[in-house]
């Protein structure tokens, strides 16, 4: 898989570019002006949640105001100030104690939060003593420092890139393809349209609102997830969004929502809904793609034009092959809840004009993620819409302000991850045994569960390793795998996990050596502002000096390079800022001919270039131009309907067209709802990015009594006595969680959410242990989705609840560790 930083770089690189000379907004005037009005100084900083002018006082961050730029930012913005002061900070390097007392890296009580402290040279001597011990007594094959996350942004100080880096250094590890955001949809897109989509530009909305006449939003809920960017993050997508309302408005778009629950978007926009059962979206397709091949409404000549592979497709879809079953709009009203005939209906509204499709990536994130996604394609090429402007299919404007035009403004680079060039790691031992070098990202717990056992994967066979000793950094892989109590029993079996973290996560809680690293606004960076619409470039100017005996990554990496004569490998003889420039003078070279950007110091003192806006693009354009001149990166050049390279894989779950799979258990009426009635949706949340902030006193601001919100409909509350507020417990077989009740007519019955990202607090290590604060994962099933792609099947997750009875516990997920002397 491509860095999403290369992949960014590349992207801006060569998108359509508006030759302008960057603005400089003086904001060295507006701290001025502020100053003189209140107590210290304004500095400029990003985040994932926008930029913004901080008022910095008696060395503390007093005030954070948007940066005037942003014309729609986002309230997550108030959190930043409780990320910096949270009382979750980890403030000193700490070491389990069972571990460091008993010294046989027993696992047994690891995750009782019991912790020593220790200074900074004991603690990286003790990390470099065990990735000695790992290197020598077993091999490359059984250190993991692959587990990658969202980080702080920040093109320098970019944790993962330094951890890996100084790892590298000493020697060879474990890494990982693939990410648990897309995980289904970036490995089988490629076989269908010949890239990953999942972070490919997409039509602009401006071509989208000129050209449409209907927009269909698959399970995304824009508003929502637009607040947060990989970069910094401009919300100039908001701009559209109103446009598009307005357009709605006055009869001029049709916007039509598939989704079981109203989302933010769908209240924003006040657009139509299309109810469906969830995980049932597969033979909702079908049908439709039935009724435009019965009544003749598809477009055979873009289908022999652009497309292989609809003639093997047609047999399955009128029940000639395979299941025997004829995908008609009463089959599949069985099963996804929408009448035969609103589905005939639906299908004939899509072939009435320009179609757009906007899907989101939730809706791969479930057991057969694949499909969806693989059949969302056939509905759009069967349109034929596929390279027309407002036309075809999108799986990503809800990402990082897609659809906003690019300037085509080349972004910086960033800190180096792999060793140099003619650089060799201390100890360079090749030999992994056998064990494959790469795994599928969600399936590192498989490994340590069953190491050796041999799994299929995108078309090779993995063998899983047997992983020792565990290197996280900047991540919280106890936010985002699944089923709390199976990740109790890995870590056990673990000899050591270190961490650096700026926030006493679970992981912390379940590790054995964690490293403070400070906040990205205690230390200097530059960072691209608009991960594709290359809006500008924002100087992150550290606001505070590193709390607490918090250290940068860079300083932590360097200091632990020390102990192996590599420091100065590592840093290549620079310091932060040396860095920091130079990253901006290349970035300065690259865009000469763009743009007249401003010598280092001078953009330093600024804080920000705007580069104004860049000019509309349509995703396809090219190919449907002339697909022999411009193919795709598909096998054939062409969209592939049919795959037959994933049909030679021959695997059960993911075969060569797009088909149905029952899941392992679903609501209304599917698996296991006799049991577990209640579809438990654990999507992306609406007041933080992931894990990130749950930990600021922001929380407060949506918490219920203290705990994550779980969203139920007042059908289901009302069956169980639950009322607005209670305490309820949600559980199923695999576990049991705490959380607090928000009854919403957003909801239909049979379904509730609480959004991921909810920090883990269990009352203890042992299994069953009840979540004190809300994390969905404590109850999801972790089953990779097929065999293609071993992703994440988060989403396949049913659960009962009610409300709960007796002394409520507090909760435990927040603060730090208990420290024993």
């Avoid at 801006?12 to 005037?29: C, K």
């Avoid at 093997?312 to 009463?330: A, I, N, Q, R, S």
């Avoid at 791969?364 to 349109?383: D, N």
């Avoid at 205690?522 to 100017?541: F, H, K, P, T, W």
Wanted: with cysteine.
């Amino acid at each position: 898989m491509i860095h999403r930083r290369s992949f960014l770089k590349g992207l801006l690189s060569t998108s359509a570019v508006s030759v302008i000379g960057p603005g400089l907004l003086n904001a060295g005037q507006a701290m001025a002006d502020n100053a003189a009005q209140t107590d210290g100084i304004w500095k400029i900083s990003g985040s994932h949640w926008g930029a913004f002018r901080a008022r910095i006082w008696a060395g503390k961050v007093q005030e954070v105001k948007p940066l005037e730029m942003d014309k729609y930012p986002s309230d997550m913005i108030k959190g930043i100030k409780g990320i910096i002061y949270s009382s979750s900070r980890i403030r000193y390097p700490m070491v389990r104690l069972d571990w460091l007392k008993k010294n046989k890296y027993s696992g047994d009580t690891r995750g009782n939060n019991r912790f020593v402290r220790v200074t900074w040279d004991e603690a990286l001597d003790l990390v470099y003593r065990e990735l000695e011990r790992i290197q020598t007594d077993y091999g490359p094959w059984a250190l993991y420092a692959g587990q990658t996350g969202w980080r702080q942004t920040g093109q320098f100080h970019s944790c993962t890139s330094h951890m890996q880096r100084a790892v590298a250094m000493h020697g060879n590890y474990i890494t990982k393809v693939g990410d648990y955001s897309t995980g289904a949809g970036q490995i089988i897109m490629p076989y269908i349209l010949g890239s990953t989509e999942v972070y490919a530009p997409g039509t602009s909305w401006v071509e989208i609102l000129n050209n449409t006449q209907n927009v269909v939003l698959w399970a995304t809920d824009l508003a929502k997830n637009l607040q947060v960017g990989w970069n910094c993050e401009t919300h100039e997508s908001f701009e559209y969004l109103h446009q598009l309302k307005d357009k709605i408005d006055a009869g001029k778009i049709k916007v039509i929502a598939v989704d079981p629950v109203r989302s933010k978007t769908q209240n924003m926009l006040g657009c139509d809904q299309q109810y469906i059962h969830p995980q049932t979206d597969v033979p909702f397709m079908l049908a439709l793609a039935h009724t435009l091949y019965k009544e003749s409404l598809y477009d055979k000549a873009f289908l022999d034009t652009y497309c292989l592979g609809f003639d093997d497709f047609v047999p399955y879809l009128l029940g000639e092959t395979k299941d025997k079953v004829e995908k008609t709009p009463e089959w599949a009203s069985a099963i996804c809840g929408i009448k035969a005939d609103d589905i005939r209906a639906f299908a004939r509204l899509l072939a009435s004009g320009r179609t757009q499709f906007i899907f989101g990536w939730a809706i791969q994130r479930q057991q057969h993620g694949e499909q969806p996604y693989w059949m969302g394609a056939v509905l759009a090429s069967m349109l034929g819409q596929i390279g027309l402007p407002g036309g075809g299919i999108s799986y990503a404007h809800h990402y990082c302000s897609i659809g906003v035009p690019s300037t085509g403004f080349s972004a910086p680079g960033g800190f180096p991850r792999n060793v140099d060039q003619g650089q060799e790691p201390k100890h360079n031992n090749t030999d992994f045994k056998g064990y494959s070098r790469t795994i599928p990202v969600a399936r590192w717990l498989d490994a340590i569960m069953e190491p050796g056992k041999k799994i299929q994967s995108n078309g090779t066979e993995v063998t899983l390793p047997d992983i020792k000793m565990l290197v996280v950094s900047g991540c919280n892989p106890w936010n985002h795998h699944q089923d709390r109590n199976r990740m109790k029993k890995a870590f056990r079996k673990l000899q050591t996990v270190v961490n650096i973290d700026f926030a006493w996560t679970a992981t912390c809680r379940f590790s054995d050596i964690v490293l403070p690293a400070c906040t990205q606004y205690e230390r200097n960076d530059i960072d691209v502002y608009g991960s594709y619409s290359g809006r500008g470039l924002i100087a992150m100017q550290k606001l505070v000096d590193p709390l607490y005996h918090s250290k940068t990554d860079f300083d932590i990496c360097t200091e632990l390079c020390k102990r192996f004569d590599r420091d100065k490998d590592y840093t290549r003889n620079m310091g932060e800022m040396q860095w920091v420039k130079m990253l901006y003078d290349d970035c300065k070279t690259a865009n000469k001919d763009k743009f007249d950007m401003p010598d280092f110091e001078t953009f330093w003192q600024q804080g920000v270039l705007d580069f104004g806006k860049g000019k509309p693009f349509v995703r396809h354009a090219s190919f449907r131009d002339d697909p022999e001149i411009n193919p795709l990166g598909t096998p054939s050049g062409f969209i592939e309907i049919f795959s037959r390279k994933i049909d030679s894989y021959g695997y059960a779950h993911c075969q060569g067209h797009p088909m149905w799979f029952e899941k392992a258990e679903r609501s209304h009426g599917g698996p296991g709802s006799d049991k577990f009635p209640l579809w438990l949706q654990s999507c992306h949340p609406d007041n933080r990015l992931h894990s990130q902030m749950c930990e600021s006193d922001y929380r407060e601001s949506y918490a219920v009594k203290g705990r994550e919100p779980c969203y139920i409909s007042p059908e289901d509350a009302k069956s169980r006595g639950i009322k607005d507020g209670d305490i309820v417990r949600v559980f199923n077989d695999r576990g049991q969680l705490l959380t607090g009740a928000k009854v919403s007519a957003d909801f239909p019955p049979g379904v509730i959410r609480i959004a991921e990202g909810a920090w883990y607090g269990p009352l203890d290590e042992k299994d069953g242990s009840v979540c004190t604060y809300g994390d969905p994962n404590t109850v999801t099933l972790d089953i990779p989705t097929s065999e293609l792609a071993n992703a994440t099947s988060a989403n396949t997750c049913i659960v009962e609840m009610e409300k709960y009875k007796g002394e409520v516990p507090p909760v435990t997920a927040f603060g730090g560790p208990i420290e024993v002397s």
